[in-house]
């Protein structure tokens, strides 16, 4: 039997930063690996070069989070900042995008803050580094916005700002492409050979457990070859190759990515997800009576064809959702669900967050996933269907919230700010449909966006509330 080399690529067993000093999300399940030459040049350059802004690109999936994450990790423990601020626009990709900056500065700076001003006051007191995560999510005019106010932090004491984007050219004076002092581009490609078989291995140890024996590098490096050695690619292979052998496979992936060549990520959940079978030991008193009677004490599971033609109803979401919410727009069978929720998790493609007190998890996607997600609900046959449905749900939710706010108010505020991109877009939506309850809709949301300090949101929808008063009063005048 041949193990596949062991290389540590930066697998590092190390304490999560003090809620007090930052609010960095904790890595993947399998660690960091890989871009040690990165980490070094980002540490290059915002301390030793003076650099006051950096820019992580790339397609989707390379690891530009994980980067980010790791190197405010690296430069906070070797004292460089106070303070480490992650601020992520794939999780609010419907929130204002400067206003969700300030409001997460205020949280990790402990400071009471109410604009731009107020902000960059308490930034020359506290060395800061301000992590900008997927900014390609921000529209062209927030963006626009944000870049200037995150200029202007960066030059601010002993701060630095970190982004992470697929856009190379912000197209902005303050983050030129040819001058690294001022503002330095990092790209990053695929893994080199040695840190994808690292990376595989490090997978390969974690759950579930391999039904057959380690792979040949070779085969490995052949298969990883047709997805150009793409991270994320590699972490959604290594679901079925604990299954299968990489030549099993090789064949099948290069027709499927023939099929879809705009989108890779199409033709690994087919490969991944038709046909798929999963075997579940019983537990409790059916695992005992099984091993009374000398049964098998497993059962196989397999994703069924409805599951996979209701998948992309999860399109709908924006980034993510709480579990009953997306339960109940999928309408997924629950046990399918629960499969498929686990070959999408140890595939890197979702992540569960639990927030304090609350039993159900937030199903977070990954921003690769929810772009594939979204273009194909876009043409999905019961796309008006599926998208009253899930604007009807967050209206319900938002009155709810605004009748218990009073009494459950904590918990009633970290749901609500956590599902914030979807409320926006569903009562935006409505708006846009015409539907007579959106006003109320509407309505219930604006007290809770100048509570979280998103002013310029809550604006915007006072504005599309007026705007269809007008429009019902113009509609009433007699016309003689």
């Known amino acids: 039997m041949t193990k596949i080399s062991t290389v540590t690529m930066g697998k590092t067993a190390r304490e999560q930063i003090p809620p007090k000093d930052g609010n960095l999300p904790p890595l993947q399940q399998a660690g960091f690996f890989g871009r040690h030459q990165e980490l070094q040049q980002i540490e290059q350059a915002l301390v030793k070069e003076g650099t006051r802004r950096l820019t992580i690109t790339g397609i989707g999936g390379q690891g530009k989070t994980y980067l980010a994450i790791e190197a405010g990790h690296r430069l906070y423990r070797a004292g460089q900042f106070q303070k480490i601020c992650f601020v992520d626009y794939a999780a609010f990709s419907m929130v204002e995008a400067v206003d969700l900056a300030i409001e997460t500065l205020a949280k990790v700076l402990d400071n009471h803050l109410v604009n731009v001003a107020t902000a960059t006051d308490a930034l020359t007191k506290t060395p800061t580094l301000l992590i900008l995560n997927n900014l390609e999510k921000s529209s062209t005019e927030q963006l626009q916005r944000l870049l200037d106010v995150a200029a202007q932090w960066s030059e601010v004491g002993a701060c630095r700002v970190l982004l992470t984007s697929q856009i190379a ?71 079925p190759l604990k299954m299968l052998c990489p030549t099993a496979l090789e064949e099948r992936l290069a027709g499927l990515l023939a099929q879809t060549p705009d989108d890779s990520l199409v033709a690994l959940l087919t490969l991944v997800l038709e046909g798929l079978e999963v075997e579940i030991e019983f537990s409790g008193w059916l695992y005992w009576l099984a091993r009374l009677f000398q049964r098998k004490t497993t059962k196989t599971l397999s994703l069924e064809a409805n599951t996979l033609r209701l998948l992309p109803r999860l399109g709908v979401f924006q980034g993510g959702a709480f579990e009953p919410d997306l339960l109940e727009i999928t309408a997924f069978n629950k046990k399918q669900w629960h499969l498929l929720r686990s070959t999408l998790e140890t595939g890197g493609l979702i992540k569960l967050e639990l927030l304090p007190t609350f039993k159900v998890p937030y199903v977070k996607f990954h921003p690769t996933l929810a772009a594939t997600l979204q273009a194909r609900f876009s043409v999905a046959e019961d796309h008006s269907f599926v998208l009253s449905d899930y604007q009807q749900r967050y209206a319900q939710l938002a009155a709810s919230m605004a009748y218990e706010e009073s009494k459950h108010t904590i918990q009633s505020h970290t749901l609500l700010r956590r ?46 509330l007026q705007e269809k008063v007008d429009n019902i009063q113009t509609d009433t005048i007699p016309k003689g």
């Open 419 to 464: 599902d914030l991109s979807n409320l926006l877009y569903a009562v935006h939506s409505a708006l846009d449909a015409g539907e007579v309850w959106a006003a109320q809709f509407a309505q219930n949301i604006n007290p809770f966006l100048h509570a979280f300090g998103f002013h310029r949101d809550s604006t915007a929808l006072l504005s599309r």
């Open 169 to 239: 050219d912000f197209k902005h004076s303050a983050y030129p492409t040819d001058n690294p002092l001022i503002h330095k581009v990092l790209p990053l490609s695929g893994f080199g050979e040695k840190e994808a078989l690292a990376y595989f291995q490090r997978l390969w140890e974690l759950p579930p457990v391999p039904r057959i024996q380690d792979p040949q590098p070779a085969d490995l490096l052949r298969l990883f070859k047709q997805v150009a050695f793409h991270p994320l690619s590699i972490g959604v292979l290594a679901v």
